[in-house]
């Protein structure tokens, strides 16, 4: 097994890539209880990579019922060092049409799930850094490559989460809207703020499937985003396929060291419980 891995997390067809082989199913048991699905490991272009369904095969979890816990816990577990997100999302503003993609660089959070999107508690305080939400290395081959697939690629916008799985009423869309931010999903804050405590670089691509509805003409419709789905996955391939070689095959960016200087609790005073829960990214703190 390769030390270091590439992580995707998506939807379910999205792991129908050409090129993705040795595929196997792995199931992981962590101690925070049961990831979205197993996680199908493989190789995409000579690298050692890890998908994981969202939401499950079939689409069965709720935005609210992921347990980010749980899926980047097991991510870390199978060596994953960088994660790829994918994820469907609403249009705030004009200039991002269905199916453009936006390159986020920043989070504002509408949910009301804090302490389900951090490892920490339980006798360990730490705060890690999250000015920077995002891996700008990371970020920036992601970028790059949707670019050079062709696609329509935006660089940076903040993505607002909410919970769900309602979408927004036409005020909180219209507040969202004037506001100035950019996308609007359900899935990505509690993805982003785990994979930063775990030592993960993560980054989001972010695809438009609808203008969600601040704008008068336009009426999110489930139809209208299963339809562009299909069209979003297609180019998410490609871009996915042409990053991986980019990634270095040593994780050596800041991400990667996020909780160097993050804890408050004197290690003596550590508990082993929680220790044990957390080895496979604060071992080497200990």
Known sequence: MSKHR???????????????????????????????????????????????????????LLPSELNHRANIWGMKKLGVQWIISVSAVGSLQEKYKPCDIVVINQFFDRTKQSANHTFFGRGIVAHVSFAQPVCEELRQLILKSAKATGATAHDGGTYVCMEGPAFSTRAESLTNHRAGYDVIGMTNLGEAKCAREAEIAYATMAMATDYDCWKEDEHVTLEVILANLHRNADAAKKVVVAVIPQIPAEPNWKCHAALKNSFLTDRKVWPKKTIASLKPFLGKYV
């Open 6 to 60: 590439i992580g995707i997390i998506g939807g379910t067809g999205l792991y129908h890539i050409e090129g993705f082989t040795q595929q196997k199913w792995v199931k992981v048991k962590t101690p925070f209880g049961a990831p979205s699905d197993d996680y199908l490991t493989g190789k995409i272009a000579g690298r050692d990579v890890v998908f994981l369904p969202r939401h499950g095969r079939g689409h069965k």
